[in-house]
């Protein structure tokens, strides 16, 4: 996958670029290898009967949620939506959830481990078929609406990363599954703002790594940022922070002011991060969107908050 070094000017993506869909299938195979076996790793080492962060559920409804069943077909149902050029009418995510989670009520670690096996392969398998190059870029369904079905595949290292959070503390989930969920989030957060018609170049900085988009109308490009880099010799619009602290940020678990002003999260030029608003305000549904737009009207308009951050604002 190309990385950024050195100081840049803003990221410009090239006409019709679909951020890590138009990458090499192999490095979006990397990432999620990365995150599923992330997972995996931690499927064998948790009380299945523990309580999760999701009310009701417990760390068994959680991994057979992810896993593929014999009740659970999405994968094949987004891969024929891409490969014949139709929208079907979306998905009702929880209802589907439920039934998953209630046939599997009994599952056993073994089961789990397998079916979780089942959907990275479905996944892999594909990303290695001539079908990547067929359809690979064909608009899908998804929880935040269309996006090409390749960007869908390697979004899945985000969910996995929120909801190992969910079962697990952020010291005992893995590294790698940890970085590849950023790298989801900074892409699907690129495909967003392409979609808003949002120009920009915005980065997330953790201390596995970092993540760079640059996006325009209708295009966008995805990068890994050089681990030697500052961030003050990147001049972009940053967010800085340990990784899981901007997943949970990112996805409502927990809230992000807080986090700000303790400097658990840090922001490197908040104008510039203010333009992504358009990107937020157009999903209304985007998991952990309420708490990121409050966050942001919050910053944008308390000249008082941004002092005491200690940002460095810019334009």
């Given amino acids: 996958m190309p990385s950024v070094s050195g100081i840049r000017p803003p990221l410009r993506p090239e006409p019709a670029a679909r951020g890590l869909a138009s990458t090499d299938p192999r490095d979006v195979a990397e990432l999620v290898t990365a995150a599923w076996g992330g997972v995996a790793e931690l499927t064998g080492r948790l009380d299945l009967d523990a309580a999760s962060r999701l009310p009701g559920w417990t760390t068994r409804d959680v ?12 994968f094949e149902r987004l891969v024929d939506d891409a490969r014949h050029a139709r929208m ?4 009702d995510v929880d209802a ?4 998953v989670v209630a046939a599997h009520a009994d599952a056993g670690a073994d089961d789990i481990t397998a079916a979780l096996g089942r959907a990275r392969d479905r996944a892999l398998t594909f990303l290695a078929s001539p079908d990547i190059e067929r359809i690979g870029l064909e608009p899908t369904d998804s929880p935040i609406g269309p996006l090409p079905l390749t960007c869908v595949i390697a979004a899945s290292a985000y969910e996995l990363a929120v909801h190992a959070l969910d079962v697990a503390p952020a010291d005992q989930v893995p590294d790698a599954l940890l970085h590849a969920g950023i790298g989801a989030l900074v892409d699907t957060t690129g495909a967003l703002a392409a979609r808003s018609g949002v120009q920009a170049t915005f980065a997330v900085v953790t201390p596995l790594g970092g993540w760079v988009c640059g996006s325009e109308p209708d295009s966008w490009t995805t990068m890994r940022l050089d681990s030697e880099l500052a961030i003050g010799e990147l001049g972009w619009p940053t967010l800085q922070g340990d990784a899981a602290d901007v997943i949970d940020a990112s996805a409502g678990r927990r809230a992000a002011i807080p986090m700000v002003l303790g400097r658990r999260l840090r922001l490197y030029d908040i104008a510039g991060l203010m333009t992504l608003m358009p990107a937020l305000e157009s999903v209304p549904g985007l998991p952990g969107g309420m708490a990121l737009r ?10 008082r908050l941004i002092s005491r951050l200690g940002a460095t604002v810019r334009g």
Avoid at 88 to 91: H, M
Avoid at 96 to 99: D, K, M, Q, S, T
Avoid at 294 to 303: E, K, Y
């Fill in 63 to 74: 991994l057979v949620h992810l896993g593929d069943w014999s009740e659970h077909h999405r």
């Fill in 88 to 91: 079907q009418e979306a998905e």
């Fill in 96 to 99: 589907r959830n439920a039934l």
């Fill in 294 to 303: 409050a966050a942001a009207r919050t910053l944008g308009r308390t000249g």
